[in-house]
């Protein structure tokens, strides 16, 4: 951040700090929530190594009415029901965090579970009303569709499959720890999951999705102070140690077959390409996002850019490459 342009140009250049401002607000407005100054900075694409020209930039945007702060929030709008509601789902996750820690006692004993993180709007210290603890899940390798079958039908069972507490729709195993999509989404998620089992995996997990400094240069590596240790327990060693060799080899091929035929019949509307990315199994990989949740946010994105342009008369310097 070392260019600074006035923003009263036509064309905003991509290293202009209120280039990156605007794009870190453009991406949270969609889920309308607020941010800090901090939280600005941490999500900005460039390097800030002046934060006086960051503030400048800021305080720029806020006089001519392009960005607003109130109570210590900046958003595109004048919107203090976003902020009330901000508050107010910072305080439920705290609540579900709790919550999300007993329940990862539970999934960490859970037969070939390696790591548990927390992803989704609890990483980021949200909860909205009605909202669900999303859990990211590495697995021993050859054995994650056993692993994820068990879970589901402990969820189906014993939870009579409530998603409230026990969201488990993503998985990798110890060999695949680099996310394959790399994007603005993507790289979103990882930074701000939340590690809650096994330090040394997270670690790996970090050095194997580096690329998303290229996004967030500024976003600090997650606290490891609270994450539960890595710890035996006889009966998953047991359980693990009876589904070895070719059983083991057999039972997770037969779980992923089993699965993708169900998902292909239950969700026999999206095209191959929407499915590949929002159902993405592999022996080593499991998505679950029936909703296109990341495209449709992509998608959300460039509209923002757009309708600023068109009711600002500003061009930005944008193009597919930056998603």
């Known amino acids: 951040m070392n260019n600074r342009q006035p923003i009263t140009e036509t064309l905003i250049s991509a290293n202009n700090p209120a280039h990156q401002v605007l794009m870190v607000l453009f991406y949270f407005d969609i889920f309308s929530y607020p941010l800090t100054r901090d939280e600005v900075r941490q999500f900005c694409r460039e390097k800030i190594t002046d934060t006086q020209l960051f503030d400048q930039a800021l305080n720029e945007l806020i006089d001519k009415g392009l960005i607003s702060l109130n109570a210590g929030f900046y958003q595109l709008n004048d919107l203090p029901a976003h902020i009330?509601?901000?508050?107010?789902?910072?305080?439920?996750?705290?609540?579900?965090?709790?919550?999300?820690?007993?329940?990862?006692?539970?999934?960490?004993?859970?037969?070939?579970?390696?790591?548990?993180?927390?992803?989704?709007?609890?990483?980021?210290n949200?909860?909205?009303?009605?909202?669900?603890?999303?859990?990211f899940i590495v697995t021993h390798p050859g054995r994650l569709w056993i692993c994820r079958t068990l879970l589901v039908i402990f969820k189906k069972l014993f939870l009579l499959n409530s998603h409230k507490y026990f969201c488990v729709n993503y998985f990798v195993d110890e060999n695949h720890l680099e996310i394959e999509e790399k994007n603005l989404f993507t790289a979103t998620e990882i930074v701000t999951l939340l590690p809650m089992y096994h330090e040394g995996i997270f670690r790996q997990f970090h050095d194997a999705n580096r690329w998303t400094a290229s996004?967030?240069?500024?976003?600090?590596?997650?606290?490891?102070?609270?994450?539960?240790?890595?710890?035996?327990?006889?009966?998953?060693?047991?359980?693990?140690?009876?589904m070895g060799g070719w059983l083991g080899d057999s039972l997770d091929a037969f779980f992923m077959k089993n699965t993708l035929q169900y998902w292909n019949k239950k969700f026999s509307t999206l095209d191959p390409e929407q499915f590949a990315i929002a159902l993405k199994s592999r022996r080593y990989v499991s998505k679950h996002h029936p909703q296109g949740f990341q495209q449709r946010v992509l998608d959300a994105l460039k509209g923002r850019i757009s309708n600023f342009e068109q009711r600002h008369g500003i061009r930005f310097e944008f193009n597919e490459d930056m998603l």
């Open 84 to 124: 009330t509601e901000r508050e107010a789902s910072n305080v439920r996750a705290e609540r579900y965090l709790e919550k999300a820690r007993r329940m990862t006692k539970l999934i960490a004993r859970f037969p070939f579970t390696r790591a548990v993180f927390i992803s989704g709007s609890l990483s980021k």
């Open 215 to 242: 996004y967030f240069p500024n976003f600090p590596t997650r606290n490891i102070d609270a994450m539960l240790p890595a710890d035996s327990f006889w009966l998953k060693s047991a359980l693990e140690g009876s």
């Open 126 to 135: 949200v909860m909205p009303v009605g909202g669900d603890i999303d859990y």
